[in-house]
């Protein structure tokens, strides 16, 4: 016997995981996946913007035709969202996916959507029944655990030209007819139970607003704030423009000019324009005197993808695990951030995040944009002299406080 086989054969079996590990691990996975159809809408965005009476049409340039063509190219992208999501989801969730699994979960959609519009349409709306982006998720998931277990089916030889990859779309195609049938007959009440909680919500005013933003911070950690972003950010509520079709979500709703939105995200402009980076300014001058030139740069940089972008994750994950109570803390003012807009009645949405991009982009169409400045410079004040404080009072090792040792070991670590 081989000496490969007794060391095999030694190995202790590798523990099995709880249920709570493994449905912590796919809400996860699935957060994750739901970061790549949301990449696609900054691009809308700005398509969109340009496409606005007042930058190339009758109101701004006066080019009606090349505002039409930038509108109507912001809008394919918008419109089509449900199967964004659910191509990413596919292509996210399953295990070593490929371009068949994309193809397999348009497949998908597109039965699912057609069945839809085919057969379960309101007579007193005349419209069909409408998912929206949920339903794109939870097709591509069906997706992706289909494409996992049957990508490498073999079938008999009269039928071996649609084994492997070729199954996937075949058998998807009758999974979402029935799916189809499901959401047709059972979409009502939870459709009605979704609107009915972001009413209740929204009834709350800033105080739904305020804990809309602290259970968004609070999921960074475990990499689940997607999930609950794309319940409020794309599901929620329903907003019919004039001459145009239903949109969901407060970011869409926004977007088609609907004045009520915007209470899921005017919040995040004071904290990633103004507070995170004054958290950074703050981190960078508890630094150790020789480090400080080094970590200022880099915390700086941080802080300018902040301000720019709105992406905060990595100024976030600098100090969450090192002082877990100053995240909790800023999770919190978070919450505040989000409810004082609110009750100050600033309405400002975004495609992509809260960062100056989309604070421009947005101008036009937003309420009072312009308070969102003093705003964030009070909370500027409050986050620095708090992240200050905390540091030195508690002798924090963020990033420039480090000992010599801990550097050595880090860099020994990274040269492994």
């Excluded at 490929?98 to 959507?113: L, P, Q, R």
């Excluded at 059972?186 to 809309?212: H, K, R, T, V």
């Excluded at 919190?332 to 604070?359: K, P």
């Excluded at 909370?379 to 404080?389: E, H």
Aim: with cysteine; net charge positive.
């Amino acid at each position: 016997m081989s000496s490969d086989s007794v060391e095999a054969r030694s190995k202790p079996p590798k523990p099995k995981k709880s249920w709570k590990q493994i449905t912590l691990g796919g809400l996860q996975k699935l957060g994750r996946s739901l970061q790549l159809p949301v990449a696609a809408l900054p691009a809308a965005g700005l398509l969109m913007r340009i496409g606005q009476p007042d930058v190339f049409g009758k109101d701004g340039l006066g080019w009606d035709k090349l505002a039409a063509i930038f509108a109507g190219a912001g809008g394919g992208i918008i419109d089509n969202m449900p199967l964004l999501f659910c191509v990413g989801v596919a292509i996210g969730f399953a295990k070593k996916s490929d371009g068949s699994t994309a193809f397999a979960a348009v497949v998908a959609y597109m039965v699912f959507k057609s069945v839809l519009d085919a057969a379960f349409v309101d007579k007193v709306t005349t419209k069909a029944v409408n998912p929206g982006v949920l339903g794109g998720v939870i097709v591509g998931l069906i997706t992706a655990k289909v494409w996992e277990k049957y990508h490498r089916i073999r079938l008999p030889d009269w039928l071996g030209f649609f084994s492997g990859r070729r199954f996937i779309p075949v058998v998807m195609s009758f999974v979402s007819v029935l799916l189809a049938v499901v959401f047709g007959y059972g979409w009502q009440p939870i459709g009605d139970g979704l609107n009915s909680f972001a009413e209740w919500l929204s009834s709350m005013g800033a105080w739904g607003s305020g804990i809309f933003g602290v259970l968004n911070r609070a999921l960074i950690p475990f990499g689940m704030h997607m999930l609950l972003n794309t319940f409020a950010w794309y599901q929620f509520g329903s907003f019919t423009p004039e001459g145009g079709e239903e949109v969901h979500g407060d970011v869409f709703r926004f977007l088609a000019g609907d004045s009520s939105a915007g209470m899921f995200t005017t919040g995040f402009y004071p904290i990633m324009m103004f507070a995170l980076p004054a958290a950074c300014l703050a981190i960078a001058h508890c630094a150790r005197p020789e480090r400080r030139k080094a970590t200022m740069g880099m915390m700086m940089s941080l802080a300018l993808t902040s301000f720019v972008t709105g992406v905060t994750e990595p100024i976030e994950f600098s100090f969450v695990y090192l002082a877990p109570a100053l995240y909790a803390i800023h999770a919190v003012l978070t919450g505040v951030s989000m409810a004082v807009t609110w009750a100050m009645g600033i309405r400002e949405g975004f495609t992509f995040s809260a960062g100056l991009f989309d604070y421009l982009l947005n101008w036009s169409k937003a309420t009072k944009p312009a308070l969102l400045i003093p705003v964030g410079l009070a909370f500027a004040a409050v986050y620095y002299g708090l992240f200050r404080f905390v540091i030195t009072k508690f002798n924090l090792k963020t990033p420039g406080r480090e000992s010599d040792e801990e550097i050595a070991e880090m860099e020994k670590e990274n040269f492994k």
